[in-house]
């Protein structure tokens, strides 16, 4: 089983990587290395997804070849993607060139040695996914998001891949004054840690040997209700209560031997972030968080602890600690660690690294551990598009894995095209 | 300063070419070690008689079944026959075995005689092939099927990897 398990593990990467429709992505390192909350550029209230005014004009600037070097007259006089002035719109569209999922099944060689076969590479579409903003009143924001399936044609609307992925997100945003609490109520992601919408990495893995078990995989929304409060800048506190459909969905009983999570079970989220800043003179700031955040239903719960400190316009390191308990009758606990380190040699080429570990524990686990090291760049080469290439290296320490070593390396590549 | 911002441009632009040259070249840098896995290759036996594949003893049932590191399903498909597939169906290399933790196991459909992995439906003939695509993208690599001798009156059987 635990071969399986492994040849699992290994083959999976780039089928999750593949397949994942996302959310888009969020880049902590952007809100580090500013100086200014995700959402400043950002309409969803932990970064990702459609960019405000701000961010928007940001991205019309950020390019090797400069917006007013391009000659798409298309932009020369618009400054937001508001359509009209209640109403903003916006896109992602994302195509991912890495090894195909259709992949050979590991064979055996006429030596009598196994052969794990690394399918071919091929271009993939991610995800298309549409967003609008709309302002009824000063007060009251409407926001939502679509992520249109690949396979529309044949009848399936929503990209939904993996479990504990919402079609999209739709919600209400209140902001009466600066002085209270802002509140958001429907369908989202509930600010847990910080957000990626990477589901490579390892923050919410169930599982170090089996590749698809995320918790929280991109696009991950419930419905719910969390009010956010930042009396200071230097002080944010959030809490919310939501249904945990998503999260049943997500949590694999058969892996823990019990039902973790009913969809019955109300969840909650609290969480509290600092963000200190040091000025030492021109060009010398530095910005952070240092923030933790508990989030449960049922039996699961996830405590989190995250570090980021930026040095302006220059490069972000970022830490995230996550422990996934998934109960006294699962026995199982899953300690996830991740650190990034990115560099801004210029806003349209940033390089990055990252290390991740995963350890599952308990009586109902086997020791497994997964580590991984990934480096990258993120290439503006025109304003709203980003070529994405990584290297990830993998290695996995199963028991009936004898292997020594990194386990696979591999390389793939991603297109982003957003407005 | 015109030509300054054309010439920081320019560099710019070669450091990016530069920099996106290595791209091909980090893809030979693919690889998947498989060292410490290798199996041994020998028939082995099951028996009905045994727990483990008492799931057998009645038509679409399924059972677990390993020859050195090749994890193999097995499935009743008759009163007369037992078939071997690979468990990791080539749709998305997901296990489909009753046997594995976070797997969910295939089911024989005995009137269109396919074995359908439930992941996402994808269906194959007794001899592996295609008959069925997924719910979600498609499958061109067929399922990897091995030699099985069984006896339906001593409910004896050997499974044999393919030379």
Not at chain 1, 31 to 48: E, I, V
Not at chain 1, 179 to 196: D, E, K, M, N, Y
Not at chain 2, 5 to 27: F, G, T
Request: with cysteine; hydrophobic share 35%; glycine share 8%.
């Amino acid at each position: 089983m635990r071969v399986v398990l492994v040849w699992l593990a290994a083959l999976s990467i780039p089928t999750m990587v593949m397949m994942a429709p996302l959310e888009a992505t969020a880049h902590p390192r952007m809100s580090a290395t500013s100086g200014a909350p995700c959402t400043t550029c950002h309409y969803n209230s932990d970064g990702g997804g459609m960019r405000t005014e701000i961010g928007w004009d940001i991205q019309k600037h950020t390019g090797l070849i400069e917006h007013d070097r391009t000659r798409i007259s298309l932009l020369d006089n618009r400054t937001t993607n508001r359509v009209v002035d209640w109403m903003a719109v916006g896109a992602d569209v994302r195509a991912m060139r890495v090894r195909a999922t259709d992949g050979p099944p590991p064979t055996v060689g006429d030596d009598g040695d196994l052969v794990l076969n690394l399918p071919s590479q091929r271009i993939f579409p991610m995800q298309a996914q549409p967003y609008v903003w709309i302002d009824p009143i000063d007060q009251i924001s409407l926001y939502g998001s679509y992520a249109i399936s690949d396979q529309l044609f044949d009848g399936e609307l929503c990209a939904v891949t993996y479990s504990g992925q919402a079609c999209g997100q739709a919600y209400m945003k209140a902001s009466f004054s600066p002085r209270l609490p802002s509140l958001q109520a429907g369908v989202f992601r509930p600010s847990t840690g910080i957000r990626h919408d990477d589901h490579t990495m390892v923050t919410y893995l169930q599982d170090p040997s089996f590749g698809l078990s995320t918790v929280q995989p991109p696009n991950y929304a419930e419905f719910g209700v969390q009010a956010s409060y930042q009396p200071r800048y230097w002080i944010k506190v959030e809490a919310g209560g939501y249904r945990s459909d998503q999260l049943a969905s997500a949590i694999d009983d058969n892996l823990m031997g019990t039902t973790v999570v009913e969809g019955s079970d109300p969840a909650y989220l609290g969480r509290v972030t600092y963000y200190p800043r040091f000025d030492f003179g021109p060009e010398r700031s530095f910005f952070g968080w240092v923030g933790a955040s508990v989030y449960g239903a049922g039996d699961y719960r996830n405590d989190q602890g995250f570090v980021g400190m930026g040095w302006l316009d220059r490069g972000a390191v970022m830490m995230e600690v996550s422990h996934l308990d998934f109960g006294s009758d699962a026995q199982r606990r899953t300690i996830n660690a991740s650190t990034t380190g990115a560099v801004q040699v210029s806003e349209w080429f940033v390089p990055h690294v990252r290390v991740e570990q995963s350890i599952a524990r308990g009586d109902n686990s086997d020791e497994d551990r997964r580590r991984a090291a990934t480096a990258g760049f993120q290439f503006y080469p025109v304003p709203f598009v980003k070529i994405q290439p990584e290297y990830r290296l993998v290695q996995y320490h199963n028991p009936g894995d004898e292997r020594a070593g990194w386990s696979m390396g591999q390389y793939y590549v991603q297109l982003h095209l957003f407005y | 300063m015109s030509s300054d911002s054309e010439a920081m441009s320019r560099r710019s632009a070669i450091k990016a070419i530069a920099v996106l040259s290595v791209c091909p070249l980090i893809q030979s840098c693919e690889f998947v070690n498989h060292d410490g896995l290798e199996s041994e290759l020998e028939a082995t036996g099951f028996s009905l008689d045994d727990p483990d594949f008492e799931d057998l003893t009645s038509v679409g049932g399924t059972a677990c079944f390993a020859l050195g590191a090749v994890e193999v399903l097995l499935v009743r498909t008759s009163e007369q026959e037992v078939l071997a597939f690979n468990r990791i169906c080539p749709h998305n290399s997901l296990s489909m075995g009753p046997c594995d933790s976070g797997a969910q196991a295939a089911q024989w459909d005995e009137q269109e005689e396919m074995l359908v992995c439930q992941w996402h439906q994808s269906g194959f003939d007794r001899n592996g092939e295609v008959v069925q695509q997924p719910t979600v993208g498609s499958v061109d690599e067929p399922l990897q099927v091995y030699p099985v001798e069984f006896d339906a009156e001593t409910g004896e059987g050997i499974v044999f990897l393919p030379e």
